[in-house]
């Protein structure tokens, strides 16, 4: 597999470890609520509902991600330019969940932009 590729398994694997630490507080103070109907969420905790935003942040962007990574595979133009892009975007975005959860906001932006220059660059192979 391209790093390309093995940079996509990373990102999803990220999603899905954002997604856990999201849920968990919900499910550890209050585990019958996670088999009820959910109508009434527990009030969260600073921290919590952080790590929630992550996580949602971080499944608006892996599409994206996923889309530039594929078609850059399936194209034949993956090359050393998109996995760097690639490798940029998944390293920013490990950055952007733990800074995210630290509640730094001005560091959490740049983290983002960084990504997203990731993205871009994986764009820039395909024109």
């Not at 919590?48 to 850059?72: G, Y």
């Amino acid at each position: 597999m391209t790093v390309d590729l093995w940079m996509l398994v990373a990102a999803a694997v990220l999603t899905w470890a954002q997604i856990v630490v999201a849920a968990a507080p919900g499910l550890l103070s209050n585990p019958m609520w996670s088999i009820g109907s959910r109508d009434t969420p527990p009030t969260r905790s600073v921290w919590a509902s952080r790590a929630d935003r992550a996580a949602k942040n971080m499944k608006e962007n892996l599409p994206m991600f996923a889309v530039l990574v594929l078609i850059a595979h399936v194209s034949g133009e993956a090359d050393a330019t998109s996995a760097l892009g690639a490798q940029i975007f998944v390293g920013a975005r490990i950055a952007h969940a733990i800074i995210y959860l630290a509640g730094i906001p001005n560091v959490r932006t740049l983290a983002w932009l960084v990504s997203v220059a990731g993205m871009g660059m994986i764009l820039s192979t395909l024109f």
